[in-house]
């Protein structure tokens, strides 16, 4: 290979990536919901790309299960796996568990001020009303406590769950939230935080496991109630 012919291998890399994570974030958002058709044409216009990045960066959405290659070559953004929630909400509430338990035993004063920093952010959004900003907050409270924990692989597992899981919290869980004070969403990762910094193990693995139940409880309440919307006569 040429190194002319190197360089252009590397920007196609790199657009592909850009198509990526900019299709992933949108995905993600609700911005392209699920079952919306995904226009190759008009992404390339969009995003003044040729139509090879936006491929190769659908096959990998297609690998992350975002989005669905169609037989006709058409894709379309994936449908939320709701016959399957239950293992997803399982794994979830185990590495709540799991990351927590393991910040009480492993964090550092630098891990305390970033989680207390996230807390800041989060606490901000819930009061103004910032749905999209709660949820990207979230986020990252809690994968600060599991970077305090210190286990890469717990680490990759939960960033990737809490990613899925941004769908079903927009469509499901935080349009119902009030911004009000004192605001329970707040009060839980407070005493999170507090059972932490005090090390305490046994204390972290109780209250991540009772915010992890609440959540998944209220979610598939919020779904029941959405799919018998669906068949009133």
């Known amino acids: 290979m040429t190194i002319s012919e190197d360089l252009q291998e590397r920007k196609r890399g ?3 990536r850009f198509v990526y994570e900019t299709l992933r974030e949108e995905i993600l958002d609700l911005v392209l ?3 919306e058709p995904v226009d190759e044409i008009g992404l390339a216009e969009r995003l003044s790309m040729s139509r090879t990045p ?3 960066a659908l096959v990998r959405l297609a690998s992350d299960g975002l989005v669905t290659l169609l037989p006709n070559r058409s894709t ?3 449908q ?3 016959p399957n929630l239950h293992h997803y909400f399982d794994a979830l509430t185990l590495m709540y568990r799991m990351t927590t338990r393991l910040a009480a035993e492993f964090h550092d004063p630098a891990n305390l001020e970033a989680i207390r920093a996230c807390q800041l952010a ?3 959004a819930v009061l103004s009303g910032d749905t999209a900003g709660m949820i990207h907050l979230n986020r990252d409270f809690h994968i600060a406590i599991a970077e305090a924990g210190r286990n890469p692989y717990y680490l990759q597992l939960f960033a990737r769950l809490l990613d899925e899981g941004r769908r079903i919290l927009g469509l499901y869980y935080y349009p119902t939230f009030e911004p009000r004070l004192p605001h329970p969403y707040i009060q839980e990762h407070e005493a999170i935080i507090a059972a932490i910094s005090d090390r305490d193990v046994d204390t972290c693995d109780r209250l991540a496991k009772e915010h992890a139940d609440k959540i998944v409880q209220q ?6 109630r959405d799919l018998r919307r669906t068949v009133d006569l």
């Open 219 to 224: 979610i598939q309440a919020m779904i029941a």
């Open 80 to 82: 939320i796996d709701f």
């Open 14 to 16: 790199t657009g592909a």
């Open 33 to 35: 919901q699920p079952g």
């Open 76 to 78: 379309i953004v994936s």
């Open 54 to 56: 936006i491929r190769e």
């Open 122 to 124: 989060f606490s901000r």
